[in-house]
């Protein structure tokens, strides 16, 4: 499964979007992207997923670059509640492998 | 059924102790995994079932390690003879089919003294 990058850490303010990068330069075809968050003490939460079209749930959105190298991750109203550590992760779907997590993002909502 | 269920939340033991973990996954689900995950880090994955069948193991897993889900519903990760290195947040996932993302559990803290 490709590798991912993220930035370590990230600042956003109450209310304001939040707009997480991802970059997974070597992502192949047949790779979906995945995100997940882990708030503090918990285990981690699926979010959302995809492979070339931007995608939308009830908790974000995920856009997806047209050569598929990077994606982000945008979470429209951020509350305090979405202070977490979020995982970007590029897994072929449809065979059961597991998830590789990186170091992921630790984003800090500011009041 | 709420989610995925792990027992205890937290155990400390020490030292050369065996420990037993339950996790409980949504009733539905086919999939199994355990992970761990240390300080600082993300989750590490351990292994991983389908139905009653174990079909892959990380080298993480040594022999000390050992997961079993006899019936294909719950299951249970023993550590044996534990070592301060052990000390971890031990997460259990499930998942329908292979589309989706996986459900975790709060995970069992085990310390190690």
């Known amino acids: 499964d490709a590798k991912t990058t993220q930035p370590t850490s990230m600042d956003c303010a109450e209310g304001r979007a939040a707009n997480l990068p991802c970059n997974h330069s070597?992502?192949?075809?047949?790779?979906?992207v995945y995100w997940y968050r882990q708030i503090h003490s918990q285990g981690p939460q699926y979010i959302i997923h995809?492979?070339?079209n931007n995608e939308t749930n009830e908790m974000a959105s995920l856009i997806i670059t047209e050569d598929r190298k990077s994606s982000t991750l945008i979470l429209p109203h951020a509350t305090l509640r979405d202070t977490a550590v979020y995982y970007c992760?590029?897994?072929?779907?449809?065979?059961?492998?597991?998830?590789?997590f990186g170091t992921g993002t630790s984003l800090t909502v500011i009041p | 059924d709420t989610g995925v269920s792990q027992d205890p939340r937290h155990k400390i033991t020490k030292r050369g102790q065996n420990v037993t973990f339950r996790c409980d996954p949504i009733?539905?689900?086919?999939?199994l995994y355990w992970y761990r995950q240390t300080l600082g880090q993300g989750p590490e994955f351990l292994t991983y079932?389908?139905?009653?069948?174990?079909?892959?193991k990380s080298r993480l897993l040594s022999d000390r390690f050992s997961a079993e889900r006899p019936k294909g519903s719950f299951s249970t990760l023993e550590i044996q003879r534990t070592e301060q290195g052990d000390s971890a947040m031990y997460l259990c996932?499930?998942?329908?089919?292979?589309?989706?993302?996986?459900?975790f559990g709060s995970g069992t803290r085990l310390t190690v003294v």
């Open positions: 992760i590029v897994r072929v779907a449809r065979t059961g492998n597991q998830f590789y």
């Open positions: 070597t992502i192949s075809g047949n790779e979906y």
């Open positions: 079932f389908q139905n009653e069948a174990q079909l892959e």
């Open positions: 995809g492979l070339k």
């Open positions: 009733s539905e689900h086919n999939r």
């Open positions: 996932a499930s998942s329908f089919g292979l589309d989706y993302g996986y459900t």
